[in-house]
């Protein structure tokens, strides 16, 4: 059974703890100690505050649920100590810079960094975007209003432009663009929006190209203790580790 490091014991940590049947949950890590002990508990690991007792721990993948901060501070140090790394705040890697420092790393030490689906669907096959660039990739995301934190009376335009910015203004809600661009390669436009008059995380997909037309809609549910975050954000890391050492791929 793979064996985890859990970094962030938030929302999206406990849907994992609760749901690790095909994995093992070695060590939590989390800023706030009563976080990390809770979810310890949960899944009979060990809690740590301090980020280098945590990678003395005995496992082989890091997975990350817990910030672009979080990302930008131990990513580097978890692929040098020979482990692979799950990133789902994927926002950090809008950093040219940070980016490529980080994939030139994980080259030296032969480990990879794996961007999970995360709360979209179709990274997979918007990877042709490698081979034949698309004309036009762009995200329109709506969320509820309280999903940003923020209160609304009608349906509102709050940022329009591309990914890499977005992500500096709304890094817990727009990983997804970032995640996009990165398959198929080349910077998303993203819209985002708020509305009152929903209670689901919409991501519409639009790209154009050589292959012809997409669209595509997910209507996610938010997650019980975290709103901006979706649901299906969790499932999709859970399904990553579960198909880790699966013989058969399945997706481009
Ligand atoms: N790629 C994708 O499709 C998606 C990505 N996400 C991203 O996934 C991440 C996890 O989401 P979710 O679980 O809902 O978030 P939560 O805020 O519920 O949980 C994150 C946890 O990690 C902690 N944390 C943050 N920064 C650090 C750090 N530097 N070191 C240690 N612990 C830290 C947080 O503490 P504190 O509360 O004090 O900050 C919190 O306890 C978020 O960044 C979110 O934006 C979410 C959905 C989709
Ligand atoms: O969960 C979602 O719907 C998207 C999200 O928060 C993100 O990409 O950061």
């Not at 990390?36 to 890091?62: G, K, N, P």
Request: charged share 25%; aromatic share 6%.
């Amino acid at each position: 059974m793979i064996k985890i490091g859990l970094l962030g014991c938030g929302n999206v940590g406990r849907i994992i703890a609760a749901h690790a049947e095909s994995i093992q949950i070695v060590a939590v890590f989390d800023i706030i100690p009563g976080r990390a002990e809770e979810l310890a508990a949960l899944c009979h690991a060990r809690a740590y505050t301090d980020f280098d007792a945590f990678m003395q721990e005995d496992f082989s993948i890091v997975v990350e649920a817990a910030s672009v901060d979080a990302v930008r501070r131990y990513a580097e140090a978890v692929l040098r100590s020979g482990r692979d790394i799950v990133v789902l705040s994927v926002g950090a890697l809008a950093d040219v810079e940070f980016r490529e420092r980080l994939i030139e790393v994980a080259g030296e030490v032969g480990k990879k960094i794996r961007i999970p689906s995360g709360a979209i669907i179709g990274l997979d096959n918007l990877k042709i975007g490698q081979i034949s660039p698309p004309e036009k990739l762009l995200l329109r995301t709506t969320k509820p209003p309280a999903s940003l934190g923020m209160a609304a009376g009608t349906r509102t335009e709050i940022f329009k432009g591309l990914a890499h910015d977005c992500i500096k203004l709304y890094p817990k809600n727009i990983n997804v663009a970032v995640a996009l661009g990165l398959a198929a390669g080349r910077d998303a436009d993203v819209e985002l929006w708020v509305d009152p008059g929903i209670e689901r995380n919409i991501h519409e997909i639009f790209a154009e190209g050589d292959f012809g037309d997409i669209y595509v809609r997910v209507r996610n549910v938010p997650s019980p203790d975290n709103p901006a975050t979706s649901y299906m954000a969790a499932l999709s890391i859970l399904t990553l580790l579960k198909n880790l050492e699966n013989p058969l791929v399945v997706g481009t």
